[in-house]
Structures are given as C-alpha cells and as structure tokens.
C-alpha cells in the first residue's frame, strides 16, 4: 500500500488550498479508514480529517466548517479541500491508511500505511 500526497504550498491568511492523496495497492472500498492528518514543527501530529469505508466523514475541531474532504474511487484519490486557512494551520499534512476494521480514526496509532507528506505554509 502507497499514499502519495501533493498539493501543498503557500497562501495568505484566508485563502484556499486543495491536498490530495493517491491511494495504490488497495481501494477505498476495501480500506477501513483514510485519513488527513497534520504536523507543525514542534508539535505532535495530530488528527485532521477521516473517511470510512463506508463513506462517513469526522473531521477535527479546529478545522470543522473550514476543511472538507471528498473522494473519486474511480481515480482511488482523497482530496482535502481547506478553506480560510489560518497561520496555525501551517505544518506537514500526510494522509494515512488503516485497511483493517478497529482503532479510533482520531488516533495516529490506528493507521498502518502514511504518505510522505506536503507542506502547506500559511502567512498572516
């Protein structure tokens, strides 16, 4: 299994900015969980954003209302789309797999497979 993230950069305090992440080696109807998560410098990594199998969407409190995920199963692609971007949104985002029912979504410790990550950079 291989997670390819890209779309990262950096972008003024409101704008917007679309990740994506390729999933290989496996589909999302047969991953349990695929998820967004971020890391500052610093900091720990911590929980963005999650998509089950079945299609329900969580996503975390400080990006709830700002960031949306969506998903082509065609082109086996997550997308991240965040909207009025803060500077403490500024990290490393990577998107993670977990193929197998169990954990909790919000728990790095939950997901098996992790792409390389993309920085996004947010300035005031």
């Known amino acids: 299994v291989q997670l390819q993230a890209s779309g990262g950069g950096a972008v003024q305090a409101g704008g917007s900015l679309r990740l994506s992440c390729v999933l290989s080696?496996?589909?999302?109807?047969?991953?349990?969980?695929v998820a967004w998560f971020r890391q500052a410098p610093g900091k720990d990594r911590e929980f963005v954003a999650a998509?089950?199998?079945?299609?329900?969407?969580y996503y975390g409190t400080s990006v709830k209302d700002r960031f949306a995920l969506s998903r082509d199963n065609a082109k086996n692609t997550l997308y991240l789309q965040m909207n009025s971007l803060k500077p403490e949104d500024t990290a490393v985002y990577y998107c993670?797999?977990?193929?197998?029912?169990?954990?909790?979504?919000?728990?790095?410790?939950?997901?098996?497979?992790w792409g390389q990550g993309t920085q996004v950079t947010v300035s005031s």
């Open positions: 993670a797999c977990r193929p197998y029912t169990g954990g909790d979504y919000y728990e790095v410790e939950s997901y098996d497979y």
């Open positions: 080696g496996r589909t999302f109807s047969s991953s349990s969980l």
């Open positions: 998509t089950r199998r079945s299609g329900m969407m």
